[in-house]
């Protein structure tokens, strides 16, 4: 145990040191390391939040394909429907045309049947008039009978 | 012969145990065995030598670092680096839990320096005396058994209590600054026997100033002793191991290999001894 003057230059060496290291080495090198590990956690905590995001992105797509889904089945069954319908329209219409179709045909050969037998009527009433004329031989006469003769027509 | 090779051996080892001297007599500088009556003012300039290019090269490789560090993907130099300030930034955070500027640096500066110091200790302990002994030789005409050379600082009594006074000198500071003069006398006079009673308080005064100061002083001591003790004691095994002959090949692997556990290990309680002494005299509760 000698101690000497080295104790004094090793004390100076030694406070010398500290303080540089204090000044010019560990201010930047721990400033550098605090500044990464903030770096790391930021980037970690944004692709925590971008998970998120896409999962959240992720279940409003499903979302919404449903709702698409649901839609177009909804506008399939109103086509349906509608198609339905107008098909039911048309049928009735064309039912309609037809039934009136039908009745002024018949109208009309109703109209057709009654002047033929108002024409054939006349006719068998001049046949008639004619064969009575033939039979009576001016017997009768024509405006004195013309009672007896509408009767008969009427009568045919 | 059996009396001169124990002489040889024992003035081997006493050569090995020598620091290299510088002092002045007589007004001009003087050197090694002339300096032996020169007292408090000689200077162990291989101590001298040795600890200030450690601690330059420490401050170098960790300023060159400091300089280049880049916050974004280290390189591997800067990882290294940063692993053992990291080291270091941990066991200050987890011990003190003041705010201060010094302690950290303090405590890098502390590790690194007693390792590198320490890990002179694993060079071969002939090497670099004999090779400083060939230098004397040739280069000054000087008898290669007057040139001494002990390249292991901590294995200096003066460069270990150097480090522990420093240490003791900021608990002071500290201690002051945060407790003020008086809070820091009433710490060394009202402990550990503590009463609310004034006048037993002041007849306790002397044993506690006494118990006090013994653990107060018992710090650098413990520090500086402890430092000192291991690696003299490991150096010492490393000559006598070198004096063996052929033989301590094998036994100078194995207590190398040992012994770089040790170097790390009293540079890292140096340290760590460092900041639980200044965390409890920053802190206010006895």
Redesign the interface.
């Known amino acids: 145990?000698?101690?000497?003057?080295?104790?004094?230059?090793?004390?100076i060496?030694?406070?010398v040191?500290?303080l540089?290291?204090?000044k010019?080495?560990?201010p930047?090198?721990?400033?550098?390391?605090e500044?990464?590990q903030k770096?790391i956690a930021d980037g970690l905590a944004a692709s925590d939040r971008a998970e998120k995001d896409l999962a959240l992105a992720q279940d409003k797509a499903k979302d919404q394909l449903k709702d698409a889904k649901a839609q177009a089945a909804d506008i399939i069954e109103q086509a349906k429907k509608r198609e339905a319908k107008m098909l039911d329209e048309a049928v009735h219409k064309a039912n309609a045309e037809r039934e009136n179709i039908l009745a002024i045909g018949r109208a009309e050969l109703e109209a057709e049947r009654n002047r033929l037998r108002e024409e054939l009527r006349k006719q068998v009433a001049a046949l008639a008039v004619a064969g009575a004329e033939k039979i009576l031989q001016r017997s009768i006469d024509e405006a004195a009978h013309s009672d007896i003769l509408e009767k008969l027509v009427q009568e045919l | 012969m059996a009396a001169g090779e124990e002489l040889t051996l024992s003035s081997h080892i006493q050569h090995h145990l020598t620091?290299a001297k510088m002092c002045t007599v007589d007004g001009s500088v003087a050197f090694n065995k002339a300096c032996s009556e020169a007292?408090?003012?000689?200077?162990?300039v291989d101590?001298?030598a040795w600890?200030?290019g450690l601690?330059l090269l420490?401050?170098w490789v960790?300023?060159s670092?400091?300089?280049k560090?880049?916050?974004?993907v280290?390189g591997k130099f800067?990882c290294f680096?940063?692993m053992v300030?990291?080291l270091v930034?941990t066991n200050v955070k987890d011990t003190y839990h003041g705010k201060s500027?010094?302690i950290?640096?303090?405590a890098?500066?502390i590790f690194v320096?007693v390792f590198l110091m320490n890990l002179m200790d694993l060079i071969p302990v002939d090497f670099l005396p004999a090779f400083a002994g060939f230098v004397g030789e040739q280069a000054l005409g000087m008898d290669s058994h007057d040139v001494y050379m002990k390249i292991v600082p901590t294995t200096?009594?003066?460069?270990t209590?150097?480090?522990a006074?420093?240490v003791f000198i900021l608990m002071i500071g500290y201690s002051i600054r945060i407790k003020g003069v008086l809070g820091f006398i009433k710490e060394l006079t009202l402990h550990p026997f503590s009463t609310k009673n004034v006048p037993l308080q002041i007849v306790l005064i002397p044993a506690n100033l006494l118990l006090e100061t013994i653990a107060l002083v018992a710090k650098p001591f413990s520090l500086a002793l402890r430092l000192f003790g291991n690696l003299y004691a490991g150096e010492m095994i490393f000559i006598l191991i070198g004096a063996v002959g052929l033989a301590q090949l094998p036994l100078h692997f194995i207590w190398a290999v040992f012994h770089i556990l040790v170097i790390v290990l009293q540079a890292f309680v140096f340290m760590m001894l460092t900041i639980v002494y200044l965390s409890m005299a920053s802190s206010d509760n006895h």
């Open positions: 145990m000698n101690l000497n003057a080295t104790l004094i230059g090793e004390l060496a030694f406070a040191f500290v540089f290291c204090m010019f080495v560990w930047p090198l721990i400033n550098a390391i500044a990464r770096k | 620091n007292g408090f003012w000689t200077w162990h101590t001298l600890s200030i601690g420490f401050l960790f300023r670092a400091a300089t560090a880049t916050t974004g280290p800067q680096i940063e300030v990291e930034a500027k010094l950290a640096p303090l890098l500066t320096w200096d009594i003066n460069l209590a150097a480090l006074i420093g």
